[in-house]
């Protein structure tokens, strides 16, 4: 039989016991909530200025650019690859960062290194190299000495136009691989035509762009918002002669970097110009993203929507870094709150997946890179899983936007 003393012992343990497993219940809630965005990005910001010096203390790059590490070496390119500006505009974004003079110089020296490419015709990647490097150049610190550059790089690239076909030509291949290639890529290049135009530049240069960006709308894209990576011009007729995927799976697949270049196109193209019809395309591109049922849960795509489901497709963490800051970018643009909060709620869940050591790379590791899990060309064969200077850029561009929010 229990007597008084021995029930309220009873009652004394179970209230202790309740109060251990509230206690235990409460820390594990804390321990599983996650950080505020604000530390997440203060903390990765400065992860990354520590991972980008360490790459600057052990190798010097002289007249080259970083562009991989693969095999425990550095990958390096000349002024003349279209990826040679994210390196110095990755030190820009640093500088804005953290206000260090030291990012600035550096940033300086080799965006200098390209001064050459204002007067190159031989790529219509001219507004990719330009506008990371002598673009955010001009931006943060005003340089008289950059604006003439930038506006020479927009002459340059104008002279790939064709006014049969109302576009930019992108590569220059033998005439047995593509007669007139025009590639969803190339609407990023744009930018540099509408700022040159905004800028003392020929204001032919912004008819040029809105024709270029009013042809790929009407040829690239799928009913669903996807895109189609390529398509081939007869540069006679200005008829299409094929649509074709040159890095994704199949010429019916959706190369999922070539869906974050869309994205990010046309709300740069809206930002740009007001014209609601690149806003609404926007806006399906981001529906397709958002609305993918292969969007993994961490939001960093696979490297093509359709590649097979097994084995698991490798990522792409460029893809997921371009998407992230172009939706952010957008979030501010629409006017669709409740479609803001969905596109700024998927930047963030893709900006913390990538501030995750799922994806950040610990400092001394990967190069000095900060992303890991990019894929550059994965039919070729060609930067399969590996760092890619552009992935930093837009990574870092992302977290920067987002601090701005």
Known sequence: MINHRSFSLIKIGLALTLSLVLAQASTLTAESAPAPLAKVIQQTLATAAQQYQWMLDHQSFEDKFPRTFENNQFVTVAPKDWTSGFFPGSLWYLYEATGEVKWRDVAARFTAQLEQIQ?????????????????????????PAYLPVILNGAVALSSR???????????????TAFTFPVIIDNLM???????????????AAQTIALAHADTTLKNHFRPDGSSVHVVDYDPVTGQIIRRITHQGLSHDSSWARGQAWALYG?????????????LTQAEKIAAF?????????????????????APEPI??????AIMSSAFF???GLTANKQAAGAYAA?????LRSLASPAYLAAVGTNGGFLLQHGTGNYPRKSEIDTPLNYADYYFLEALLRAQRR
């Open 119 to 143: 007067s190159y015709q031989g790529s219509h990647d001219v507004g990719f190299i330009l506008m990371s490097s002598y673009g955010q150049g001009y931006r943060l610190t005003k340089n």
């Open 161 to 175: 136009y064709n006014a049969k076909i109302a576009s930019l030509k992108s590569w220059d291949r033998p005439a």
């Open 189 to 203: 290049n744009l930018e540099l035509l509408l700022w040159a135009a905004r800028h003392g530049g020929d204001p």
């Open 266 to 278: 046309y709300t740069m193209l809206y930002r740009e110009t007001r014209e609601a019809r690149y």
């Open 289 to 309: 993203i958002m609305n993918h049922p292969r969007l993994p849960a961490d939001k960093i795509p696979y490297w093509d929507f359709d590649a097979p489901r």
């Open 315 to 320: 990522r792409d963490a460029s893809a997921g």
């Open 329 to 331: 970018e957008l979030a």
């Open 346 to 350: 998927l930047a963030e869940t893709q």
